[in-house]
C-alpha cells in the first residue's frame, strides 16, 4: 500500500538547511548572507532561547540589505520594532516582550509583514498560529560553548528558492576553503 502522505498536497514545500557557526561573527555573516538574497516583501522569523544570536543574526541580515554599521540600534530591547533604511526597508521586530495576543493586535503588525520591505523577527513563535504562511525561519539553539545550531527552514516556494541559493552560496564556500586547505597543506 502507498503512503499516505502521497495523498497530501502540501501547499509549500519546506526544505531544511543546517549550519553551525563558532562565533557572533560566523552567525552575522550568516545573516548578512541571506539578507543579500532578498527582494523585498520576505518574513525571516528567528526564533530560539535568550542568547542563541538572534539579534546578532538580523543584525547581519541588516548589513546584507545595506543597512550601515552606524545605523544599527545597539539596543531594541524597549522599542518592538525598529525600521532601517536599506536597499529595501528593514523592519527589526522584537516580541519579547509581547505576551499576550492584545499586546500583537496593537502593533499593527500586518503594516510591515505585508508591505515591500522585509521583516525579521525575533521570538517569531510568539506570533499567533495563521499570522503568517509563508516565511523563512532560522530557529537557532546552543550546543557547547561559542557553538550554535541554525536551522533555516523554509515555508513557501519563493523561500525553498532562497534556501536553494543559500544552500548552493554555503557548498561552494566550503569547496573553496577544500581547495586552498588542499594547496597550502
Ligand atoms: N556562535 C555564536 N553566534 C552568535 N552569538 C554568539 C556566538 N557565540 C557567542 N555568541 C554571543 O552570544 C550572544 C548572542 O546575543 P544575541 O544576539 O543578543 O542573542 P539573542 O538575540 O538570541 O538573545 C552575544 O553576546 C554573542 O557575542
Ligand atoms: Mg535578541
Redesign the pocket.
Known amino acids: 500500500m502507498e503512503p499516505l502522505t502521497q495523498n497530501v498536497k502540501l501547499k509549500t514545500k519546506n526544505s531544511v538547511l543546517v549550519v553551525f557557526?563558532?562565533?557572533?561573527a560566523?552567525?552575522r555573516s550568516w545573516g548578512r548572507k541571506l539578507g543579500k538574497l532578498l527582494r523585498g516583501g520576505e518574513i525571516i522569523g528567528l526564533s530560539?532561547e535568550?542568547?542563541?544570536?538572534?539579534?546578532?543574526f538580523a543584525r547581519g541580515l541588516a548589513e546584507g540589505l545595506g543597512v550601515g554599521k552606524e545605523a544599527w540600534i545597539r539596543s531594541p530591547s524597549f522599542t518592538v520594532i525598529n525600521e532601517y533604511d536599506g536597499r529595501l526597508p528593514v523592519y527589526h521586530i522584537d516580541l519579547y516582550r509581547i505576551d499576550t495576543p492584545n499586546g500583537i493586535e496593537e502593533l499593527n503588525l500586518r503594516d510591515y509583514l505585508f508591505s515591500d520591505g522585509v521583516s525579521v523577527i525575533?521570538w517569531f513563535e510568539r506570533l499567533p498560529p495563521g499570522e503568517v504562511d509563508e516565511f523563512l525561519r532560522v530557529s537557532?539553539a546552543h550546543t557547547k560553548g561559542?557553538?550554535?545550531e541554525l536551522t533555516f527552514e523554509s515555508c513557501g516556494d519563493r523561500y525553498e528558492k532562497i534556501l536553494r541559493v543559500l544552500g548552493e552560496r554555503n557548498q561552494r564556500g566550503a569547496a573553496r576553503k577544500a581547495n586552498v586547505a588542499g594547496t597550502t597543506g
Not at 557557526?21 to 557572533?24: K, Q, V
Open positions: 557557526t563558532r562565533s557572533a560566523q552567525t530560539g535568550l542568547g542563541t544570536g538572534k539579534t546578532c525575533e537557532m561559542n557553538e550554535r
